[in-house]
Each structure stands twice: as structure tokens, then as C-alpha cells.
């Protein structure tokens, strides 16, 4: 039927656009978009939307270049029907480009009818919640979708109804809802199979193949994300096929088939030119790099994060950004190349932090605003309703504020402690020094225990990280029941940890609280299947406090504790005490 109004232009265009396969990053996009763009000033601007709506999964860089060329000509007659604002805020909202997707749904709702184009306006409400989505406001989002729901009515079972359907199943994903999400999803497939759209199915199958996943139905998700690449590719879906890909290559990294997981996801990157969307090229270079961490190949997996930190700075894609910073920590800690991991680390814990307190704000924000708009409203009349009004938003202004208090004392917890153990980390030791320097007491003394495990990279090789992680973190809670109050415990990273006293200073009882530290670690552990144990090698360093003080300490435990090393592993070595005066 669309092919009765589209006028002969429009067919050698999309004869050039059918020529082109998706996995073809050459020139084609480039050829393809100028070919457009000179056959918008010649056919009639009529039925543009009706074209760009036909070719938009093909090819949405296309359709965005005529649209905008269009509009910002000033030659769109008026239409009968959806404006063209409408299409732009499909295709901004599968760019990525969320505020200004919502920008021309708002656009685009002043020139439609909920009554006579049901499935338009639910189409609209679903952008509008993806943009809710998209900044945390998942409350709002729901809103949209039920408000999306009780448009369509009869007319459900439709493309539109399966907009719905996804993206509320996206929402039951987040919140770890996998059964419904699933259930929602299942419905989405029953609807595009029913009525014969084209390319419906193979974009649900795609949410089927990241839900199933997520809930650890790695059957499942092979299956539906192999369906997911075949019909998408099939068809030249070029906003899914990259996403189909990267979804799939994560359910391969699942099951453990590596190498395959390397070759879709090298495909989703050809692909992913002409998707229009530069998101998904971040996704798919970290299914690459989680495909390499798991064959423990971190060297491999660190080439792969630094090209996707790099995609993703040159697009400004904050979340991606913070994720590769991340993973790049972790990467460079596998290697041991731990000054790298800290730095990467530091990145990301600012971030992080600034991303809290941005949301913080927003909810603080978005809650004031609330509030004095509703007290703006009350009249006089309704003096009653407006105090208990009042009394209501101001006890949720106070929860508010509780609860961006929690989200503050958080961020200070995890900047000083260490994400595996719980147990300080060095942020957390430079303070606890700076305080020591600031005391004012020249006289008092400061001792460290500067402990390194033996045979601990024995069972990291034989029994992998996993277990590793798990050793540690025993050995942590093991040192822990150690301390005495005012005294410190650190993890300087990797197998290494600190003990720092100003209680404890003398040397009888340095040498107790190190055998006691070293008959705790040489109790066994529990392994997968096996018992074993780790050893300790320990250096152990007194001096006064005075400036400088962080620096020189663990300079004299850190050769300490080589020396104790030196002398057969697992046994501490103490540098002699300094030469005490009067006082």
C-alpha cells in the first residue's frame, strides 16, 4: 500500500539503500545521506513523513538528515496527519538524544489527536517516558506508559502497544522484576507475530535475549538472542541490528564461548555505523573486553576499554565513561599495575559521587518545585486542606533531605573504605596520619604493621579470582578482631595490608599483636573442594610523630617487611626502635 505514494525519487533511493549491507563501513552512509539530501529538493514534501517513517530502520541517519533539512526549510506543508516533529523524536529518542526527543514529542502533541490517532499519541508518551527513564525517573515513566495504555484501549495490539510493552518491561528489569518483565515481553512477541510486523519481532527478541540473561537463563538468551541477530540482519533493521549483536555477544561471554561472543560483537561494530546511535559501540567494546577478563587475557581486555573510554569520551556518554574507568581499574589491578588501577580508580569514584549528588539535587529540586507549586494554587477558601498539605510535602522535603544526607554519608564511606573488605583504604590511612601530625604531640609514638601474604598468588592461579576475592576477604575479618579501638586497618591493595597504632608502640607488644596476626592467617581456609591456607610476611616500623610522617613509617615497615621475607617468608622483622630521649 506504501508504495502507491511514494513518489519514483523515493524508490532509487531506496534501491541505492537496499544495495548496502549493514556490515559494510565504507562510504555508503555518506553516499546514501547526499543522495537523500538531493532528492528532498525535488519530490513533493507531502508525504515526507510517510517516507521517512517507512525507511526509518533502515536507515535513520537518512531520515534524520531529511527531516532536518525540511524543517529547518520551513517548507513542510501542513499535514493531515503526524507532523514530522513526530518522526524526529522516534529517531532522537533511538540516537540517544533524550531531552531533545522530548522536545519535539511536545512539538509534535500540539499538532496531533489523542482521539484520532490513538497509536501516535501512545507513541509519543512512550518517548516521553524513555526520557523519564533516562534521567532516574522511573515513577514519572510509569505514569507515561499507564497513561500510554489507557490511550490505545482497543488498539493494543499494535506497534504501538509493543512500544509499550518494551519499555515496561525494561522498567520490571531494573527493579529485578525478570518474570514480568518476561511476561511482558512475551506478550510484545505474541502481538508482532500476530499481526505481521516486519520488524517488531526481531527487536523484541533482543529485550528477550538481555532479560533472560539478566535472570540467568543463558539458554534462553542464546536462543532468542541468536533469533534477535538473524531477523535483524535479515531485514537491514540498522537501529537493532548492532543492539542484537551486543546483547547476544553478552549472553556468549555468559555461556562461556568467548571467541564467538568476539566475532558477533566485532559485527555489531560494522554495524553500528549506520545505526545513527553511538551508545551501543560502548556496549559492544565492553562485551569484547569481558570476553578477554574472562579468559583471563587482561592485557587484551585493556586494549578493548581504553578504545571504548575513548568512544565514549568523544561523544561525552557519562555512564560509559565511568564504566570504563572502572573496568580499567579492575583491569590494570588483574595485571598489577596498581598505580594505573588507582587512578582509574579515582576517576571514577569522582564521577560516581558527582552522579549522586546531581541526582540528590534533581530529587530535591523536582520536590521543592512540587511543593511551591501546589501551595501557589490553595486559595483561602481551602486554608484546611492547604496546612495539611503543607504538614505532607514538608515532611517528604525532610525525608528528601534525609535521604540525600544518606546518599552524602555513603559517598564518604566508599571513598574511604576498600569495596571488597569493607576494611580502610589509603584515603582512609593518609587521613588517619594527618590526624596523627595534627595531634600536637611530639613525644607520642606511632607504630605500623605492614603485612604481605605468602602462597596467596598460588591459589589466585590454581583456583581463579573468584576465590581469591573470597580469601582476602576472610583475612580481613580474621585482622580485624585484632584491633584495639583508635587503632587502624587498612588494604594497601592486592594482598597487601597496613596496621597502624599509637596504642601500641612498645616492642613486646608490637611482637605479640604480630605472631597473633600471623597464627590467625595460617589458620586454612575453606577452597572450593580443598582446604589450604596463605602465609604472612611482616615489617614492622615504630617512630615519633612528626611531619612527614606517612612517608617515612611505611618506608621503613615496607623494608621491614622485605627483610622479613628474605629471611624465609611468614615471620615478622622489626627495624630497630628509635634512640629515645629525655623528656
Known amino acids: 500500500m506504501l508504495r502507491r505514494h511514494i513518489a519514483p525519487h523515493s524508490f532509487a533511493l531506496q534501491h541505492v539503500e537496499n544495495r548496502v549491507s549493514l556490515t559494510d563501513t565504507s562510504f555508503a552512509p555518506v553516499i546514501i545521506i547526499s543522495i537523500g539530501c538531493e532528492i528532498i529538493r525535488r519530490f513533493n514534501l507531502k508525504n515526507l513523513q510517510a517516507r521517512t517513517w517507512a525507511l526509518r530502520w533502515r536507515n535513520p541517519a537518512l531520515c534524520r538528515a531529511l527531516l532536518n533539512r525540511a524543517m529547518d526549510a520551513r517548507t513542510v506543508p501542513a499535514l493531515d496527519g503526524r507532523p514530522l516533529a513526530f518522526n524526529l523524536s522516534w529517531l532522537e529518542r533511538w540516537r540517544g538524544n533524550f531531552k531533545t526527543a522530548g522536545e519535539l514529542a511536545e512539538v509534535a502533541f500540539q499538532s496531533m489527536s489523542k482521539q484520532s490517532d490513538p497509536e501516535g499519541w501512545a507513541e509519543l508518551l512512550v518517548v516521553k517516558a524513555v526520557c523519564a527513564y533516562s534521567v532516574g525517573d522511573h515513577k514519572l515513566a510509569d505514569e507515561f506508559l499507564k497513561d500510554g495504555f489507557e490511550t490505545l484501549g482497543p488498539h493494543a495490539e499494535s506497534g504501538a502497544g509493543i512500544e509499550v510493552l518494551t519499555i515496561l518491561a525494561t522498567l520490571r528489569q531494573y527493579s529485578e522484576n525478570y518474570d514480568e518483565a518476561l511476561t511482558h515481553l512475551r506478550d510484545a512477541l505474541q502481538i508482532a507475530e500476530d499481526t505481521g510486523l516486519y520488524f517488531e519481532p526481531g527487536r523484541v527478541l533482543h529485550n528477550l535475549c538481555r532479560v533472560n540473561c539478566l535472570a540467568g537463563n543463558i539458554d534462553a538468551a542464546l536462543d532468542a538472542g ?326 617515612s613509617l611505611l618506608q621503613a615497615a615496607d623494608e621491614a617487611m622485605y627483610a622479613a621475607k628474605r629471611s624465609g617468608r611468614n615471620q615478622a622483622f622489626m627495624e630497630p626502635a628509635p634512640a629515645k630521649t629525655g623528656s
Open 226 to 551: 541468536q533469533q534477535s541477530v538473524e531477523q535483524n540482519r535479515s531485514r537491514r533493521n540498522a537501529i537493532m541490528l548492532p543492539y542484537a549483536e551486543e546483547v547476544y555477544a553478552g549472553a556468549l561471554v555468559a555461556s562461556g564461548n568467548y571467541e564467538l561472543a568476539r566475532e558477533e560483537a566485532e559485527k555489531g561494530l560494522r554495524a553500528a555505523v549506520f545505526s545513527d546511535d553511538p551508545r551501543v559501540t560502548c556496549q559492544l567494546h565492553f562485551a569484547i573486553g569481558s570476553s578477554y577478563l574472562k579468559e583471563r587475557r587482561p592485557a587484551d581486555a585493556l586494549k578493548v576499554f581504553e578504545q571504548g573510554l575513548k568512544e565514549a569520551t568523544a561523544f561525552d556518554y557519562h555512564l560509559w565513561i565511568r564504566n570504563f574507568h572502572l573496568h580499567l581499574s579492575q583491569t590494570h589491578e588483574a595485571i598489577g599495575t596498581y598505580q594505573q588501577a588507582l587512578s582509574h580508580l579515582k576517576v571514577y569514584a569522582e564521577m560516581q559521587a558527582t552522579q549522586f549528588k546531581v541526582e540528590a539535587h534533581r530529587q530535591s529540586y523536582e520536590l521543592r518545585s512540587q511543593l511551591e507549586y501546589q501551595l501557589a494554587r490553595r486559595s483561602a477558601e481551602y486554608e484546611r486542606e492547604l496546612r495539611d498539605q503543607s504538614v505532607r510535602l514538608n515532611t517528604e522535603l525532610v525525608q528528601a533531605n534525609e535521604t540525600l544526607q544518606m546518599l552524602n554519608r555513603r559517598i564518604e564511606h566508599n571513598a574511604l573504605h576498600d569495596a571488597l573488605t569493607g576494611i580502610g583504604n589509603r584515603r582512609m590511612m593518609t587521613q588517619y596520619f594527618g590526624r596523627a601530625e595534627q595531634s600536637d604531640k611530639s613525644s607520642d609514638e606511632i607504630a605500623a604493621l605492614l603485612i604481605d601474604l605468602d602462597g596467596f598468588k598460588s591459589i589466585n592461579d590454581r583456583f581463579g579470582h573468584a576465590t581469591g576475592d573470597e580469601v582476602i576477604k576472610v583475612i580481613s575479618e580474621r585482622l580485624r578482631t585484632l584491633l584495639l579501638d583508635q587503632e587502624l586497618l587498612v588494604r594497601m591493595g592486592g594482598d597487601e595490608f597496613l596496621v597502624a597504632s599509637t596504642v601500641r608502640t612498645e616492642q613486646g607488644e608490637l611482637a605479640k599483636l604480630a605472631q597473633d596476626i600471623l597464627d590467625r592467617i595460617n589458620q586454612p581456609i575453606d577452597l572450593p573442594g580443598d582446604q589450604g591456607a596463605v602465609g604472612a610476611s611482616i615489617g614492622i616500623s615504630v617512630t615519633r610523630i612528626r611531619p612527614n610522617l606517612e612517608r
